[in-house]
């Protein structure tokens, strides 16, 4: 296939196209992003695939430019965003340019020339749990953002399945639980934590460090993507976890322990505005659907991703 992947400099994004380029020798990938500061070109195994992979260095809401490419592709999938959520607290426009009228431009590019659409987004489009609930998440659930970055994320996948609905597009989403591994941006806890205690700095831990996130290693979200694209429903949403829930300060504490370092090194700090509370994904649909599991548990994804930082990655 010829695929185009937008958002391929970044974090998930590089990942996915060297683990796809890796197993797929046929395939071809055209990687497009804007290269701002959490993306890095360097991430994607460049020796390892040749002719086979291209960076075009562009914006997903340029639709002329999108359509140019798309119209020779098989399938887009949509890594492209703005991500961090207090970026979108402190300056909410560009996260409603990149996350909605981008999706929007590639999605009239998709329509346009009958192309293959999938978008990754979120656990955050469906808000916070309370701490002491059972409570999960899943395909059922009903949207509700709290944050400017979550709400452009849900409005993107409705706009998706308008599309769908509307257009009769060939397109699919997935909403994925916290990510971390190689090539994370250290904006985000995990290489926060990691990076900063390497050099012996004080880590600070939003609020009283209670919040849970429910994590998945970034390889095991690369082959649930990839069981949604080879086995997946046209039009369906798809959830996808691991099922590791756990609080922030037992992940800090862990890579902490696992760095040989005191945990007098993490500090308090005063909570985000509107910062979550709880995160749960049920992947119960994803599972029976495509026969996905994760491969990695919390703790051996954890001691790959500080060989990563220790080691380079």
């Known amino acids: 296939m010829k695929l ?6 970044g974090f998930i994004g590089s990942n996915f196209i060297n683990y796809w380029l890796s197993r797929y020798k046929e395939d071809t ?5 804007k290269l701002t500061y959490a993306a890095d070109p360097h991430n994607v195994h460049l020796k390892e695939f040749g002719d086979r992979y291209r960076l075009v260095k562009a914006d997903i809401t340029e639709q002329q430019t999108m359509s140019e490419i798309i119209k020779n592709s098989d399938l887009v999938v949509n890594f492209a965003a703005e991500s961090h959520v207090d970026n979108s607290i402190a300056s909410p426009s560009q996260f409603l340019v990149s996350n ?4 929007f431009s590639l999605l009239e590019c998709t329509r346009k020339y009958d192309v293959r659409f999938h978008q990754i987004s979120t656990d955050e489009v469906y ?14 659930t009903k949207y509700n953002p709290k944050n400017p970055y979550s709400a452009t994320k849900a409005a993107a996948d409705l706009l998706v399945n308008s599309y769908i609905n509307t257009y009769g597009i060939k397109a699919t989403i997935s909403n994925c639980s916290n990510n971390f591994g190689p090539y994370q941006h250290p904006e985000k806890l995990i290489p926060k934590t990691i990076t900063m205690a390497l050099k012996n700095e004080k880590i600070p831990l939003y609020g009283n460090g209670e919040q849970i996130r429910d994590w998945i290693y970034v390889e095991d979200h690369c082959r649930a993507v990839e069981s949604i694209l080879t086995k997946g429903r046209i039009g369906e949403t798809y959830l996808i976890s691991s099922r590791n829930e756990k609080r922030n300060i037992d992940v800090v504490k862990k890579i902490l322990e696992m ?3 005191s945990r007098d090194m993490i500090y308090f700090t005063k909570d985000r505005l509107g910062h979550d509370v ?3 994904i049920n992947p119960k649909k994803l599972e029976k659907a495509t026969g996905w599991k994760p491969v990695y548990s919390f703790e051996d994804a954890l001691k790959l991703t500080i060989k990563s930082y220790t080691e380079g990655n």
């Not at 185009?4 to 400099?9: E, H, M, P, R, S």
């Not at 909605?100 to 999706?103: A, H, Q, T």
């Open 259 to 261: 760095l040989g370092k």
């Open 100 to 103: 909605y009228m981008g999706v």
């Open 127 to 140: 808000g916070s749990l309370p701490l002491d609930s059972s409570e999960t998440f899943d395909e059922n």
């Open 29 to 33: 990938i055209v990687n497009i992003d």
């Open 4 to 9: 185009v992947v937008t958002g391929g400099a």
């Open 278 to 280: 709880r995160y749960s």
